[in-house]
């Protein structure tokens, strides 16, 4: 058994699981109240990432992730840009503490091998025609759609 694992960060990201190419799991990320009196008030929580993951594979297959590179675009405030950048380390950290292999990969890159441009219906349409047990009804659903496609990138790219 393999297991390819996508994790879009932010606040709103997900984590998505692939066991041998197909949907096995997903999560929208989880975060918990930060408490205190800046703007950023929720922060990603590594231990639900890792409780995730460690549920959902087995700790005898193998498992290799991505993690969707962010940067900071024109207007973000520097609040967002830390905290997306806080996500983005959150992730990494948990894969390597878990001894799983990741790489990192920006938008364009898996986006072009699919096709896709910065339209989130786009990803979500093409995410619910290849992994249909997946739920991904909700407009809202954009980024548990971006953390299957780049899981099944990996897989295609790496695995397949």
């Known amino acids: 058994m393999m297991y390819t694992i996508g994790i879009d960060p932010g606040i709103t990201g997900a984590v998505a699981i692939l066991k041998d190419g197909k949907y096995h799991a997903l999560l ?11 703007k950023v008030k929720t922060e990603v929580s590594p231990t639900a990432i890792k409780h995730f993951i460690r549920e959902e594979t087995d700790s005898s297959s193998y498992c290799k ?7 900071s675009m024109p207007g973000q405030g520097s609040a967002t840009v830390f905290s997306l950048g806080d996500s983005f380390g959150a992730a990494r ?17 898996w986006k072009k091998y699919y096709g896709l441009t910065s339209d989130k219906e786009l990803s979500r349409a093409l995410a ?23 899981a099944n990138y990996l897989y295609e790219k790496e695995f397949k």
């Open 65 to 71: 992730a991505i993690i969707e590179r962010v940067n």
């Open 93 to 109: 950290a948990v894969l390597a503490c878990m001894d799983i292999p990741y790489m990192d990969v920006t938008p364009q890159v």
């Open 28 to 38: 929208d990320m989880p975060t918990f109240a930060k408490g205190g009196s800046g």
């Open 128 to 150: 619910s025609k290849l992994f249909p047990e997946a739920e991904l009804h909700l407009k809202k659903h954009h980024d548990r759609s971006e953390a299957l496609l780049m």
